[in-house]
């Protein structure tokens, strides 16, 4: 099943602009792409329906909330079952300052990006994650020394 949703390049201005500040007026954002507003808000309504947009947030800045320090978390596995997966998601939800999780193909079964204050919020993180998984064969972090690029920002697919 392909759930590709056919953008055109009004749409993808749109999504370039309400990207960088989804606060952006509509009157703004239609008046940058060429559109009248109704027309514009009409584009990013069916935009929001048809889950492109999947939601608006506010980007918090980690250094100013106490959250500065990110760390990239390898974790390997002796169990692959359906329970073991259960603990693994319901330990990794209840912990905020997991960012991401992914299911990696390779050496890695589960990269995680956090966000923490210092070295001692990951080592409450790592504590946390061995006590409540079973099973875990390796867990490896790295610290990221300086963020070279980081952006929200999908690309326009093909471009």
């Not at 056919?6 to 749109?14: F, G, P």
């Not at 299911?103 to 061995?130: C, H, T």
Request: hydrophobic share 45%.
């Amino acid at each position: 099943m392909n759930d590709l949703v056919e953008l055109d390049s009004k749409d993808w201005a749109i999504l370039k602009l309400l990207q960088r500040d989804c606060s952006t007026s509509i009157q703004t954002v239609a008046d940058a792409v060429g559109l009248s507003v109704n027309p514009c808000w009409r584009r990013i309504k069916r935009m929001e329906e048809s889950g492109v947009i999947a939601g608006r947030v506010a980007l918090l800045n980690p250094a100013k909330v106490g959250a500065a320090t990110c760390v990239f978390v390898t974790v390997r596995t002796r169990r692959h079952d359906a329970e073991w997966l259960a603990a693994f998601d319901s330990a990794i939800a209840g912990m905020d300052e997991i960012m991401e999780c992914h299911r990696m193909a390779g050496d890695i079964d589960y990269l995680l990006k956090l966000r923490v204050s210092d070295i001692g919020g990951y080592d409450r993180i790592y504590q946390e994650l061995i006590r409540r998984v079973p099973d875990l064969a390796d867990v490896t972090a790295s610290f990221s020394m300086e963020e070279l690029k980081a952006t929200t920002a999908l690309p326009r697919s093909g471009h």
